[in-house]
């Protein structure tokens, strides 16, 4: 079976697999789930621009909130279901994302200032949410509940669980598509070496444009899930600390692969609610122990879960005992 077969064969396996799973998981596991799914789909929007095209970027959670804030406003102040609401604010970040990557390539940033600039504008975004009367300040804007599917409201959580999966697998096959088209192998080149990209012909400019903008655009949607899930949109959603998230669960699964964003949450997640549970009574030490893994995984498989898992499976075949740490090329490929 060829390689690209063999994806799309795992992603509909496991896709059918999760919705049998889905049926027998407990409240509190289909909130993990959910959470993970999350972070899963948001982790495979920031991969097409951060790992992709290797343009690092912290301004992930300004899409976000763009998605979350847009469909909530107009859902409350002119009873605009937050299905179309979503596709407006997803119109704005990619504005926003337009603009950044522009200025990006106008004024010929190196990677680091690029991402510093992204970071700065994330904190800006938090201070004008936490301070704007319309947008409902610190406390953000309280969406009641109900149960109405054409508002985006459902009264038990496997119906997001079951969107949360259905959008996920969409961004797997996307990414799947992507990885093969000639807009996927330009952005590839672009990360490799721009300056050779301009010479096969590469439009650089105009490439990373929409990149960031298909990026940012589908980051926004996952605003509006999550505004609706928790039934309330506030600046938590635009936090430094959800940009770090995204970078984080993706560098673990492996950043430019296509299952390491997915494979990273999954993973995590459910370490980290563990943790948080386990050791309530210890002020910090869930979270202590909880970066102390991160740090182990990444010294340890430095190209990510993904690539690491690719190498042992070859090393296997191969009679060859797999080197931990070691450089390893990507289960894409």
């Not at 959910?34 to 095209?53: R, V």
């Not at 504005?95 to 950044?100: D, H, P, T």
């Amino acid at each position: 079976m060829k390689s690209q077969q063999f994806h799309y064969v795992s992603v509909i396996a496991l896709a059918l697999t999760a919705l049998v799973v889905g049926q027998f998981l407990t409240r509190s596991a289909l909130d993990t789930i959910i959470i993970a799914l999350w972070f899963a789909y948001l982790c495979q929007t920031w991969n097409i621009i951060g790992g992709m095209a290797g343009q690092f970027s912290f301004a992930h959670p300004v899409y976000v909130a763009f998605g979350g804030y847009t469909s909530t406003l107009l859902y409350l102040h002119w009873d605009l279901t937050p299905w179309l609401g979503m596709l407006i604010g997803a119109i704005g970040a990619m504005l926003c994302a337009a603009l950044l990557c522009w200025i990006n390539f106008r004024r010929q940033l190196p990677m680091l200032t690029y991402a510093l600039i992204t970071l700065a504008i994330t904190i800006i975004a938090v201070t004008i949410l936490n301070t704007s009367d319309l947008l409902g300040g610190h406390e953000g804007l309280v969406i009641p509940r109900g149960n109405s599917p054409a508002n985006f409201r459902f009264a038990d959580k496997k119906s997001f669980y079951y969107i949360a999966l259905a959008a996920v697998t969409a961004m797997m096959f996307l990414t799947l598509m992507l990885r093969r088209s000639r807009f996927g192998i330009r952005l590839f080149a672009i990360r490799d070496n721009q300056d050779a990209a301009r010479m096969i012909g590469v439009d650089v400019l105009k490439t990373s444009l929409l990149a960031s903008m298909l990026s940012a655009g589908l980051g926004a949607l996952a605003g509006t899930f999550y505004a609706q899930y928790i039934s309330v949109v506030d600046p938590s959603i635009a936090h430094v600390e959800l940009a770090v998230q995204i970078v984080l669960m993706t560098a673990v699964g492996g950043i430019g692969t296509t299952w390491g964003p997915l494979l990273g949450p999954l993973l995590l997640v459910p370490v980290e609610r563990y943790l948080s549970r386990e050791f309530v009574n210890l002020a910090g030490f869930g979270h202590l122990f909880y970066g102390l893994v991160i740090i182990v995984i990444l010294l340890l498989l430095r190209d990510g879960v993904v690539s690491w898992m690719a190498s042992a499976i070859r090393s296997r075949i191969m009679g060859v005992k797999p080197r931990i740490g070691a450089k390893s090329q990507s289960m894409e490929k």
